[in-house]
């Protein structure tokens, strides 16, 4: 199976698993686990912040983000089709009590005009705006990279209302190495941030949220609360780490092969690549082949090929550590017969 689902499916590398096997353990919620102390040094140094701290997965780090920022009754803000929005079952509404207050973005980034109208003036009908949320690369824009001038000057508008703002940094990396700006730029525009380990970059588990250490010590007890306090878990933090050092420069991969699909897939009838693609995601449309996505995903199955609906004609494809140059060509190979087949018979 060529699986482009996501970037979540990949699976632990050789040097990953020696890791996770050689890993030294303690008991975390003690402190005692060196190896995740390790963890959470070298992920706060490369985002520049104070302090990062591991937890299990994006969702559990964004909530818990959420969790610290905010009080019950507290609006966020936050772009109309964001993961925290569309994708995390509502958690901010059902575990913070937040009243999440969306934007429309442009391929992912608000308006920060916008969004400085959508903060709440004073008054006592109103929520309090407790927090703005970002996500960059941004996974339902098609995988853009939010810029960062966009990212600035939403950090300006936060900053003189006195509003914290969180990024939901699930795929940073990818953002860092096709802009080629570091990814401490990107999280300097915002006080926390979230990446994920068990995407792009390969590890089996895990998410890092980072910030300032006073604000980390506060969602140490957030993760607790969740039941995300977790023992021996050096033996997870092992293959991050190696995620960290050896697999972020691999992420430029996925992207030339994500390039060389959307380009090859522009070029079949029938076929239209819905946003121009910038790092491992690609939104095909293809209602004019006269299929749903859930169909055309089907035919694509029966090919050996796994993808994902995003939408009624929407299919998204991701490119991903398990996936090569050659595999590539096989999907644009079986695609081109799905479309030819669809359009002639
Ligand atoms: N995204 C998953 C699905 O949930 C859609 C995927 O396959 O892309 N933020 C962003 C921007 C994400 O794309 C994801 C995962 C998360 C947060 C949540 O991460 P996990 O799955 O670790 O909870």
Same mark, same amino acid.
């Given at each position: 199976m060529i699986d482009l689902r996501s970037d979540t499916v990949t699976k632990p590398t050789e040097a990953m698993r020696q890791a996770a096997y050689n890993a030294e353990v303690g008991d975390d919620v003690y402190g005692e686990d060196s190896t995740v102390n390790r963890l959470e040094e070298l992920a706060a140094e490369k985002l520049g912040k104070e302090a990062a701290l591991f937890v299990t997965s994006g969702t559990q780090g964004n909530q818990i983000a959420v969790l610290t920022h905010c009080q019950p009754a507290d609006e966020v803000i936050m772009e109309a089709n964001a993961h925290v929005f569309v994708y995390e079952g509502a958690a901010m509404s059902a575990l913070a009590g937040i009243q999440p207050r969306t934007i429309n973005g442009v391929r992912g980034a608000m308006n920060p005009k916008e969004v400085e109208a959508a903060i709440r003036p004073e008054d006592i009908h109103f929520p309090e705006t407790g927090l703005i949320c970002l996500e960059n690369t941004h996974n339902k824009a098609g995988g853009t990279v939010i810029p960062l001038d966009n990212m600035a000057a939403i950090k300006d508008v936060a900053s003189q209302h006195n509003?914290?703002?969180?990024? +939901?940094?699930?795929?940073?990396?990818?953002?860092?190495?096709?802009?080629?700006? #570091?990814?401490?730029?990107?999280?300097?525009?915002?006080?926390?941030?979230?990446?994920?380990?068990?995407?792009g970059l390969g590890? #089996?588990?895990?998410?890092?949220?980072?910030? #300032?250490?006073?604000?980390? !010590?506060?969602?140490?007890?957030?993760?607790?609360?969740?039941?995300?306090?977790?023992?021996?878990?050096?033996?997870?933090?092992? #293959?991050?780490?190696?995620?960290?050092?050896?697999?972020?420069?691999?992420?430029? +991969? +996925?992207?030339? @092969?994500?390039?060389?699909?959307?380009?090859?897939?522009?070029?079949? !009838?029938?076929?239209?690549?819905?946003?121009?693609?910038?790092? @491992?995601?690609?939104?095909?449309?293809?209602?004019?082949?006269?299929?749903?996505?859930?169909?055309?995903?089907?035919?694509?199955?029966?090919?050996?090929?796994?993808?994902?609906?995003?939408?009624?004609?929407?299919?998204?494809?991701?490119? @991903?550590?398990?996936?090569?140059?050659?595999?590539?060509?096989?999907?644009?190979?079986?695609?081109?017969?799905?479309?030819?087949?669809?359009?002639?018979?």
């Open positions: 509003i914290p703002v969180h990024l +939901d940094g699930a795929r940073l990396f990818n953002a860092a190495v096709a802009s080629g700006i #570091p990814v401490h730029k990107f999280a300097e525009q915002t006080d926390t941030v979230q990446f994920c380990l068990s995407k590890a #089996p588990v895990g998410s890092m949220l980072a910030g #300032p250490k006073e604000f980390i !010590d506060r969602a140490r007890k957030w993760r607790k609360r969740l039941g995300g306090g977790l023992r021996q878990v050096g033996m997870v933090a092992a #293959p991050a780490i190696v995620a960290l050092n050896e697999m972020v420069d691999r992420l430029g +991969d +996925d992207h030339e @092969n994500a390039k060389r699909l959307a380009d090859g897939l522009a070029n079949i !009838d029938g076929i239209n690549i819905e946003e121009e693609v910038e790092t @491992n995601i690609i939104l095909v449309n293809v209602e004019e082949l006269g299929l749903t996505s859930e169909e055309f995903i089907q035919k694509l199955k029966q090919e050996g090929i796994l993808s994902g609906s995003y939408g009624t004609h929407s299919v998204r494809l991701v490119t @991903n550590y398990g996936v090569t140059k050659e595999d590539i060509d096989t999907v644009l190979h079986k695609v081109n017969q799905i479309a030819h087949k669809k359009l002639t018979y």
